[in-house]
């Protein structure tokens, strides 16, 4: 699963059950009701779409957003948490390169006057935009360079401009992170970014999600399909400042989100997430069954999934079923389970060629279960990380 080929299915991983009868559509294109678009406005030093705005003309758009718990929340975090209709979001300017993240109240002012110019450049109310930001922690913002980006970028939004908004939300991903799907007359789209930083409480990532469905009640829907999908998902066990995920409908197409499409779409989403993981090579599930109740069991399939030992028996395909035992062990450190042997583990699908693979752990404590995607540990990580200034 590591890298989408061209043309390709989006739903291409085996732990992705989609409704049935979807069809897909050029990515580029958003659902009735929407438009979008990305340019270049000098965050970014390499010249790449670093600013993207995306909009839901609708007169009564239907939405919801999440967003990270971490206490230490940037600046469009702290924006969007107290100064936001978010139930009727109309809009959402979002810029790369700079995270606006530990800027103190220079930084919060910058992310209210990039909301403000947002909203009067597209004629809306400044609290149904949402404003997101990624990149680099602890760095004064170019405003004026945002600004005037934001401006330009006004004039030319389309509704086929998803790709150019996907791409300007990307800060080390390898690639793009979109989809447009049909199904029962309905149309969504999505359009994802995150590769490092990742753990969930949630995940660290910006999701943005548009459908044409009617979603009778927007947050309970984003709610269950984020708990299924990028609460499930680590890469290195860090939580974000900047975590946002945006669920907007316009519903113009007067029919209901099909049943369970939203799930498959963010769990896809998810998953593209830990497959690009910084340096990734390999997705891992691992399930543990048997806990004492599910938040035992998440406690330690949260553990294994971060243990560096793990990670690295997962790239180097090594079903060492001891290291799985020990992070277990730590977990729930204190306590007495008894030894954890083979016949309690099974990592043997470690040992194959298929880049995802299963790990299961058998507790004998209760009828608690979980499970988390990870990624592997790679020499790669270690570069990118190692040279990533704040």
Known sequence: MIGPEKDGPFFRSRWVDPPAGVEQLDPAVLPEGFRAGGVHCGLKGDGG?????????????????????????????????DRLDQGSICAAVVNSGNANASTGEQGMADAL???????????????????????VIGVPMDMESVLGGIDGLAERLSPEGAVEFSEAIMTTDQWPKQCTLRSEGVTISAQAKGAGMIEPGFATMLCFIQTDGL??????????????????????????????VLLQSSGASGLPLPKGLLDAV???????????????????????????????????????????????????RDPNWGRIAQAAGAALAGQDIGEL????????????EAIEAELSLKLERGEGRAHVYFSDLTHEYIVINAEYTT
């Open 49 to 81: 779409t670093d600013l993207g705005l995306i909009v839901c003309d609708a007169g009564e758009p239907t939405s919801s957003i999440l967003l990270t718990r971490n206490a230490a929340a940037a600046a469009p975090i702290r924006v969007c948490r």
């Open 113 to 135: 006057a990039m909301r403000q110019a947002a909203a009067e450049a597209i004629g809306a109310e400044a609290e149904q935009v949402a404003v997101a930001e990624t990149g």
């Open 215 to 244: 979603v009778e009640d927007a947050h309970a829907a984003l709610r269950q399909a984020v708990d299924a999908s990028f609460e499930r998902i680590t890469v290195d066990g860090q939580m974000s400042t900047n975590d946002t």
């Open 266 to 316: 963010l769990l896809q989403l998810a998953l593209e997430v830990v497959a690009d993981g910084e340096g990734a090579t390999r997705v891992g599930r691992i399930e543990v069954t048997g806990a004492a109740d599910g938040h035992e069991a998440e406690l330690v399939a949260r553990r294994i999934a971060n243990s560096p030992l793990v990670k690295t028996a997962l790239l180097g």
């Open 341 to 352: 042997g083979p016949e309690a583990i099974e990592a043997e699908e470690l040992a194959g």
